[in-house]
């Protein structure tokens, strides 16, 4: 478990300020696996996770919509034949917040 899925979601606002490259360069470091990518000029956070079957993803997709309920804050969700992209962001300020990271950490957690 990372320490960075023990802490807690903050809420996030339109003017709430984006992490910032030592942030993103701290917390990238828990969460290794996980790309950043950039679409339409916002970060984002993005994995995919690989299972043996359709019936794994689906049971994976809901465990990742349960930690999203939970905290108020949902990624877009892939599902495919043995395959869940997850891609983290924060909508409402068009970028990357501790939010997403901490996030990005549960979900690794709920794949295991």
Known sequence: MSQLSEQTCEAC???????TQAEIERYHAEIPEWRIVERDGIMKLERSFTFRDFQQALEFTNRVGEIAEQAGHHPALLTEWG??????????????HKNDFILAARTDEVAT
């Open 83 to 96: 395959k869940v992209t997850v891609t983290w962001w924060s909508h409402e300020m068009k970028g990357l």
């Open 13 to 19: 606002r339109a003017d709430a300020p984006q992490v």
